[in-house]
Nanobody, 123 residues
Framework: QVQLVESGGGLVQAGGSLRLSCAASGRTFSRPGMGWFRQAPGKEREFVAVVTWNGGSTYYADSVKGRFTISRDNAKNMVYLQMNSLKPEDTAVYYC????????????????WGQGTQVTVSS
């Protein structure tokens, strides 16, 4: 079992930045890939970014590429999402999750989820 707790969300103006953190505890953390998803009201949960177990590879949704950066610190059991140049359309609840095999871009490929942190970007 893995427990995930997200933090760092908040209200920011368009063009601003936020850094989300995800603290993991429980089973061995260093092996699996870790991802970030988001869900806006009335919309399905969508892939944002994923980092492989050693941090060697990262993948991003086209909508955030060049603005968001995912990273991880296995020694601290932490995953981060640096979000720059935020837009109102980035407003959503952001979730971190543990990759469990399959497509990185599919939420069904992730086994454990945090409770989410709200990000609101005002125009």
């Amino acid at each position: 079992q893995v427990q995930l707790v997200e933090s760092g969300g908040g209200l920011v103006q368009a063009g601003g930045s936020l850094r989300l953190s995800c603290a993991a505890s429980g089973r061995t953390f260093s092996r699996p890939g870790m991802g970030w998803f988001r869900q806006a009201p009335g919309k399905e949960r969508e892939f944002v970014a994923v980092v492989t177990w050693n941090g060697g590879s990262t993948y991003y949704a086209d909508s955030v590429k060049g603005r968001f950066t995912i990273s991880r610190d296995n020694a601290k059991n932490m995953v981060y999402l640096q979000m720059n140049s935020l837009k109102p359309e980035d407003t959503a609840v952001y979730y971190c999750a543990v990759y469990n095999g399959g497509s990185y871009y599919d939420a069904r490929s992730y086994a454990y989820w945090g409770q989410g942190t709200q990000v609101t970007v005002s125009s």
